[in-house]
């Protein structure tokens, strides 16, 4: 296993030889296609950790593809398909080397949410409407890509998708409670699905149970438990350490389904297994889709399209930088939309990146897409000669894996640490928990998304504005309020601390006018523009508004520190025409100096309104 | 008339002695009800000034208010009850003294094509529904105002209000060929309206259109024709000519009348005339508004409080200001809804502020309130006794009123003004007057609401970020794309100009991270925080996770000149602790001196790695 810890202790090697790096001006093909770009330039050093790597993460995915397939309400096969083409598809034109596609837990939800709603799971139906789903999630990525608007993404925001995980994480978990139980639990809401579990507790399968709880005890012990601080303690490096997480889940499936099948649990205790699995590779077939079903379909698809890109992006930059490598939002846009179409393709479900898979992945040695490509053909083996020996993999053993896998997504100390930091943010975390939990996960991201926006606009539309003063004897201006500072009575400084735009542009005006309402001796005003990093039409209208109502009040306008931008646009729109090239300055400093000039020459008594300053 | 001109040439008495100080610790009564504030200091000096202003208000607001109701298609009397409680309502709760409420020409077009899409004009349905609408506007400011969320109207940009205003100025043009052609002009959207009176063109009645152009030519004459270039040639003052503009008004309502009603042209030439007015002040009844109509008339209602109240507080405190006076938008809104509130009562219809006659009362010299309660005892004393007067009045003529007034709205210049400073803008302007014109007015001014939003939210989210050097021998970083600047090999320095917040966090890592990903012998990074107004937790989450890609690169980030509240938020979050505080500089000079010193502690070889800097 030196292969695995070369690297090791300090990942030197791998920081000071780029493997893949993205910046040397490729060539347009190869820019759409990554794999032409990596592949040419194959270190031979590299192949052993891939080989490794691949067939560590198929061994993972084996598993786990199964779990979250019955947790999307569809056949183990519908997760085993979903790793083949989408993931070599994803070699070909993903620029992460390490992110590992495949099920997803969160998408596997969304799609038992969405399209439950539409067709009972099990039904010819769903699994039809399912495919056509996937092949929308495909489109629309595909076309956020190539219109470059992957930025569309980053207004989810950290709060919203915190709020969303750990909702949706609860929810997985009482989806799972079917199965861990071993009956029918009724309902679709987590509050029905709690209420029936909990009347009919007396119909619990002891047996089933019983797996279920061994599975995630074993799961757990392997996750976090005392077999890590075990390993610690024997001096196994950390990275040996973080692969046990993948032979977690074959272990499990080993136990359960060898212990099931000698005892043939499923006939004398009445346990639940996977069943028969067809043997043999997807066979290809278009997906159809009807317009009258990619209506009904659009929210799901939005929001697996949602979820999946952001989670997969954060995974793939956070992996990349380790590697001191870039990823190309908009490409892997592109490269995930691709990966489902594939996966629609092979009557599949849609795919996404996954968190914990992909760390393995990485930590086996994952240096490009090779390690994806081996992944999917050990997919591709399972599929064609191992599926029998699932026939006793007790269901159980894999809603163990689901509950575990999901379990961290809850995270409530994210929701404390917001409280504590910003109030906005965790009221944000707050309502898309609730509404995801209550109501629905595409209504509960699209509260997040929509509340963040507005308490963002709220807060941008009302800037601070501070008044500030001189520091005697320096060039410095600082809050009145919070320091010693020299003032005058005929000059105020206002310092605004936002762009201007049309949201805040009438705010600004008022509590200037406000202030200048307040003190009858005002004549002059100094607006400090050193944070004001653009201004808008609105802004603009504005300012002249308020250069003519303080013109009429007898109070003149100056600007202080406005940035280059700022000016020409200022410029453009005849303000600086108005208001005098004289009135804008270019420090705080050079402002109250060419006023001190000007109210010395004109009068000696104060306050005195003179002629020239009234206008 | 002397009174009107006293305060000329310059302005100063009102100036210098403000008759109506707003800011002067109101008790929490006064505040909410402001006639308790100026009455008591009331001074005689103002009152001339006030009965003139009333006078003349209320002599431009005759005409003007059947004008408006035929418009809205309502009966003339409506026009006429709405100036009267509601007049003396916002007289006692308004904070302005200038602005004249009453019906407007706006909020009348959004009443037809609202409740017209209901209900059919001249129906008692339709009455109705206007009165309950009414009552809805006024409960909708009215909670607006007491939530203290007026704030929430600014968020209608200029380019909007101007692309909305301009489209819906043709729409109301439109809407009165038929009373100035004379015959029944089908249809409800523009160009269906435009294709049947092109179609019968021929069955126009030659009396109507005579009796409109003239009116049309008289009124445009007194507003911006000949008659002001004469009236300025022959020394009158500005003032009293801007006061013709409501004497035109009745001029044109006393011809048409008159002519009509000598040559009985209603029954020998078929000109339609407005006919018989209930006699008597309007009796009050509570009106009824049932859930679903409140449902089907909801967008109405706001599209009428939106640019109601947009308008109205951009008139009054326009005025305000030329008198030194502040007006409370959160009490505007609290009045206006009062107002519309008595509307409703009166049987009346939705009012407003309006811009032609706000700035008649102000130039006719209205200081207080005063001025609107003598305009409303004047339309008590109209509706009583005077009434049958108008029973000859041609609609052609209150058609004409409308016309004129709404020309001014129609503003291209302002389009392509906003062309020339920035295209976001046009394109806001462009989608709204489309919308406008081509669907209706609510989807109107939601779509540009809407888009100017998200045009807003796009340019944050893709802040600018520059690289900046030092210019030699000074203290000074500027860009370096545009200026001559000494760098150095191993430290880059990057000015973020934008607030940060979870739209840009993303963006600003993913440009961090291309430039250090670009440069191979970078080892420090300086962020110039001078720009950065706010950031949250997103924000705060993506520089933890650019702290560590760096340090994974083997890069140390710094940040320089932070301003308090950021570096406050950081430290709370615990990012000063994880970055350094060493790492924090107060200046771009200061950070750079720190850099210096350490590289040149740790190794005279440059470029290379030394072990500290590494981590």
């Avoid at 061994?59 to 096969?77: E, K, T």
């Avoid at 993931?87 to 620029?95: D, E, S």
């Avoid at 390490?98 to 067709?119: D, E, F, H, N």
Wanted: glycine share 6%.
């Amino acid at each position: 296993m030196s292969v695995l810890t070369q690297d090791a202790p300090d990942g030197e090697s791998a920081i000071a030889q780029p493997a893949r790096q993205i910046h040397i001006k490729p060539s347009r093909l190869q820019r759409y296609i990554p794999l032409l770009r990596w592949l040419p330039a194959y270190r031979r050093a590299d192949l052993p950790q891939d080989l490794i790597a691949g067939v560590i993460t198929a061994i993972m995915l084996v598993p786990q593809s199964m779990a979250y397939a019955q947790l999307a309400g569809l056949p183990p096969q519908v997760g085993l398909y979903a790793t083949i083409l989408p993931i070599a598809v994803y070699a070909l034109l993903g620029t992460s080397g390490q992110l590992s596609v495949g099920p997803a837990a969160i998408t596997s939800l969304a799609v038992l949410a969405g399209v439950g709603a539409l067709a009972a799971p099990g039904t010819p139906r769903y699994l039809e409407l399912v495919v056509a789903l996937t092949f929308m999630v495909g489109i629309i990525k595909v076309v956020l890509g190539i219109l470059r608007l992957g930025m569309a993404l980053n207004f989810v925001s950290a709060p919203v998708l915190s709020g969303f995980m750990s909702a949706a994480a609860i929810v997985i978990m009482v989806s799972q409670l079917k199965h861990l139980l071993g009956f029918n639990v009724a309902g679709k809401a987590v509050h029905e699905q709690l209420y029936a579990a909990a009347a009919h507790i007396g119909e619990t399968n002891p047996a089933t149970l019983a797996i279920a709880l061994v599975s995630i005890l074993i799961l757990l012990m392997f996750k976090r438990g005392s077999l890590q601080t075990l390993l610690e303690k024997l001096g196994v490096p950390p990275r040996l350490r973080t692969l046990t997480s993948s032979l977690s889940l074959f272990v499990v499936l080993v136990l359960g389904t060898a212990l099931t099948a000698m005892l043939r649990l499923d006939v004398s205790l009445g346990v639940k297994t996977v069943g028969e699995i067809p043997t043999g590779l997807p066979s290809l077939a278009s997906p159809s889709l009807s317009l009258a079903d990619a209506g009904v379909l659009a929210p799901t698809a939005m929001t697996i399209v949602f979820i999946g890109v952001v989670e997969s992006v954060s995974i793939a930059r956070a992996l990349a930088s380790k590697h001191r490598q870039r990823i190309d939002p908009d490409q892997e846009l592109i490269a995930l939309g691709a990966a489902n179409l594939a996966a629609s393709l092979s009557a599949a479900y849609p795919v996404a990146g996954g968190l914990a898979r992909s760390m393995v992945n990485n930590e086996a040695g994952a240096r490009t897409g090779l390690a994806s490509l081996v992944t999917a053909t050990m997919m591709s083996a399972t599929l064609a000669f191992l599926t029998p020996l699932f026939y006793y993999l007790p269901q159980a053993v894999l809603a163990s894996i689901v509950v575990v896998a999901v379990s961290g997504l809850f995270d409530l100390s994210e929701a404390r640490r917001l409280y504590r930091l910003q109030r906005s943010d965790f009221l944000t975390w707050l309502a898309t928990f609730i509404v995801t939990l209550g109501v629905n996960i595409e209504a509960g991201i699209l509260t997040g998304v929509v509340l963040s926006l507005l308490l963002f606009l709220w807060r941008t539309s009302r800037p601070r504005v501070v008044e500030i003063g001189r520091i005697p004897g320096t060039h410095i201006f600082l809050n009145v309020d919070h320091h010693d500072t020299e003032t005058r009575e005929s000059v105020v400084a206002l310092r605004v601390d936002e762009s201007l735009y049309f949201a805040n542009a009438r705010y600004l005006e008022d509590r200037v006018l406000e202030v200048v309402a307040a003190r009858a001796t005002v004549r002059h005003l100094v607006l400090n523009c050193s944070a004001i990093n653009s201004v808008d039409t609105t802004a603009i209208e504005a300012l002249h508004a308020l250069r003519e109502e303080l013109r009429d009040a007898g109070v003149e306008l100056h600007l202080a520190s406005p940035k280059r931008w700022v000016l020409t646009r200022l410029e453009q729109a005849g303000f600086i025409a108005a208001v005098g090239p004289d009135h804008i300055h270019r420090s705080m400093d050079e402002a109250f100096r060419a006023i001190e000039a000007r109210l010395t020459i004109s009068s000696g008594q104060f306050p005195h309104r003179t002629k020239d300053m009234a206008i």
